[in-house]
């Protein structure tokens, strides 16, 4: 009776298992170490400054990630990009027909949490070929820039009233206006993007991003505006140290320690069950033994 309520509980922890497999399985990394990835990325970086044409502000953009991912949905990544920003601007003289380019090294730092909407919506696989995956996160642009201008002033005499006035008229000294406090600034904002990733194998695959920033302008006070919008398109490698490593939850139970406990218990049932049968044939043959007994 004991060794029956065993193997029916087994069956029942196993039909359990079942179940649950045919139902979305949730995945998690065994250890730290697991699901850590590198990229790099090459592109081209676009500005959104009211002072220019948008086709004069693209400039070449380079980018180096460090990654995990803590689940096949979710992952974060820190990463380093840069180069150079430029714009034409009057500013601030507000000449538009002599407009002059700036340009500006900088560096930038992005913090990106990641949503991989393949694996949320079809399930983990890891060897499917496309994946599409959504980013956002706060971002530092690090820059030496100049903050503010040095105004000059002219006045020049404008035209004589009917009363014999004289009317002057004040304005920006070209000549006599510089900008000032160029020192090296921190300027925060903020990002989002979308991500497509064609995997060559569980450890490699190629990148392109699209990545839309808002941000204080890289060109500080030679911007006309407050804030400037960058659009960044990049195309990359990404590889993952040791593969893609996720573990089903459901992986905790061993299903073969499970079936060798059932057949260890289905064989001793067999076996109790032909001792008794052949106790039961023995009885039923044996013969009866008669004993004379001679008494004096």
């Known amino acids: 009776m004991k060794s029956k309520l065993v193997i029916l509980s087994l069956l029942l922890s196993g039909a359990a298992v079942v179940a649950t497999a045919q139902t979305k399985e949730k995945y998690y990394s065994e250890s730290w170490k697991d699901n850590i990835f590198i990229s790099v990325g090459v592109g081209a970086q676009a500005g959104t400054n009211p002072d220019t044409k948008f086709g004069k502000t693209v400039t070449p953009l380079i980018n180096l990630s460090v990654g995990k991912y803590i689940s096949p949905i979710w992952g974060v990544r820190g990463q380093i990009y840069g180069w150079q920003s430029k714009q034409e601007t009057a500013y601030p003289f507000l000449d538009l027909d002599n407009r002059k380019e700036r340009k500006e090294n900088y560096v930038g730092l992005n913090a990106d949490a990641m949503l991989n909407l393949t694996n949320l919506i079809c399930g983990y696989n890891p060897d499917r070929l496309f994946e599409l995956s959504v980013f956002a996160g706060p971002s530092v642009n690090i820059v030496k820039n100049y903050a503010d201008w040095q105004l000059g002033y002219k006045t020049d005499a404008g035209v004589t009233t009917p009363n014999g006035d004289t009317k002057y008229t004040t304005t920006i000294d070209p000549a006599t206006t510089t900008p000032v406090n160029h020192d090296l600034r921190w300027l925060v904002g903020a990002s989002v993007g979308v991500g497509a990733k064609f995997n060559v194998n569980r450890s490699l695959a190629i990148d392109v991003e699209a ?8 060109l500080g006070a030679y911007s ?5 919008g960058y659009i960044h398109l990049t195309a990359g490698v990404t590889y993952t140290f040791g593969g893609k490593k996720f573990v089903a939850c459901d992986a905790k139970v061993d299903q073969n320690a499970i079936n060798n406990e059932i057949n260890k218990y289905r064989s001793e049932l067999a076996q109790a069950q032909a001792d008794l049968a052949n106790a039961k044939n023995a009885l039923a043959n044996a013969k009866p033994v008669t ?4 008494k004096e």
């Open 211 to 218: 990545r839309g920033q808002v941000t204080p302008s890289i």
């Open 224 to 228: 006309s505006a407050n804030t400037d």
């Open 291 to 294: 004993k004379e007994v001679v």
